[in-house]
């Protein structure tokens, strides 16, 4: 069965440093979703891709938070600088059609832990 | 604007009992819903959802949920659960078919 592939699974850095986060979804989907799922909370939408072509980014925190889906496959969220309240899990997910009614699969996550 | 609420953060139960996890939901408009599990080290996984049509929909892995409008409530519930079943589960709601905006979550804990 096709999954959502995200690398790396754990990832522990000290504030101020940059990280970057590698997503790769389920072959033929063209809508990629990352979303930050903080301890004890669920998951929130950062940003919403369809293909290349950034659809939503309105929670996304622009002066420090990047994402890129250069050929509307694999995708790459970065953080530079980190800051302590970074440290969550960092969920991408796939579907079919940009609806919320088509079903999402999620990748199994990094962990950012920011020192 | 559409949120959710899961009443219970943290659900108990023994093997082979049923299970009910609550959740409310707030919105102006129509609204699709969703329930996802997550199993320990994984991503979520789509458990149902309820886009029209019956109240009461069938998911996998046993368990069911009831789309109730004027309690704006749509609980999930199975009647034996397994050890298998400890898991994180998440309820979800859409307005329109725009994005997911997902509960805190309730974590299960199935105790032989």
């Known amino acids: 069965e096709a999954e959502v592939a995200q690398s790396p699974r754990y990832k522990i850095t000290e504030k101020s440093q940059a990280v970057a986060f590698w997503c790769d979804p389920i072959s033929g989907h063209a809508t990629l979703y990352w979303y930050r799922q903080i301890l004890g909370q669920g998951p929130e939408l950062l940003v919403q891709?369809?293909?290349?072509?950034?659809?939503?980014d309105s929670q996304l925190p622009k002066d420090r938070f990047s994402a890129e889906r250069l050929k509307g496959v694999d995708s790459t969220l970065k953080i530079q600088p980190a800051e302590l309240g970074d440290s969550a899990m960092y969920l991408c997910?796939?579907?079919?059609?940009?609806?919320?009614?088509?079903?999402?699969?999620f990748g199994p996550g990094t962990r950012l832990t920011v020192l | 604007a559409q949120s959710v609420t899961q009443l219970d953060s943290q659900v108990p139960v023994f093997e082979e009992a049923p299970v009910e996890l609550r959740c409310n939901y707030s919105s102006s408009v129509s609204v699709y819903l969703f329930w996802y599990v997550q199993y320990p080290n994984q991503g979520l996984q789509l458990l149902l959802k309820?886009?029209?049509?019956?109240?009461l929909v069938k998911g996998i892995n046993g368990f069911e949920a009831e789309f109730n409008k004027s309690q704006t409530s749509f609980h999930l519930r199975k009647p034996s659960v397994h050890i298998s079943d400890t898991a994180e589960y998440f309820c979800a709601v859409s307005e329109n078919d725009y994005k997911l905006s997902f509960g805190a979550g309730t974590t299960v804990t199935v105790r032989a």
């Open positions: 309820y886009l029209s049509g019956s109240t």
């Open positions: 891709f369809q293909d290349e072509s950034v659809v939503d």
């Open positions: 997910a796939s579907s079919f059609l940009p609806k919320s009614t088509d079903t999402q699969y």
